[in-house]
């Protein structure tokens, strides 16, 4: 069994900061790609940054420059800096994995189960 572990999230005053951290666990034989999404209230999910091992990272360009995806493969966890905080970056982050099962070789994606980010103006 795969599980994805939030944590990091919380209130911060505009033109903060926060780290999201992101850990996977289980019967893991590879993870690609790993990365963040967010979903505000009233609106859809939405990617905000994602990478693959060894390539560049990918980002929304409402976030380019003030965000910046890590990974650290050795912990199977994604990290997400966000810097320069708006209120429009409240939502509910989600990080997101495609893991392949170290048992079954099956691929799948998996989801963590939230972790609130609320930008106060």
């Known amino acids: 069994q795969v599980q994805l572990v939030e944590s990091g999230g919380g209130l911060v005053q505009a033109g903060g900061s926060l780290r999201l951290s992101c850990a996977a666990s289980?019967?893991?034989?590879?993870?690609?790609?790993m990365g963040w999404y967010r979903q505000a209230p009233g609106k859809q999910r939405e990617l905000v940054a994602a990478k693959r091992s060894g390539g560049s990272p990918n980002y929304a360009d409402s976030v380019k420059g003030r965000f910046t995806i890590s990974r650290d493969n050795a912990k199977n966890t994604v990290y997400l800096q966000m810097n320069s905080l708006k209120p429009e970056d409240t939502a509910v982050y989600y990080c997101n994995a495609g893991i392949t099962d170290s048992g079954s070789g099956n691929f799948r994606s998996y989801w963590g189960q939230g972790t609130q980010v609320t930008v106060s103006s």
């Open positions: 289980g019967s893991i034989f590879s993870i690609n790609p």
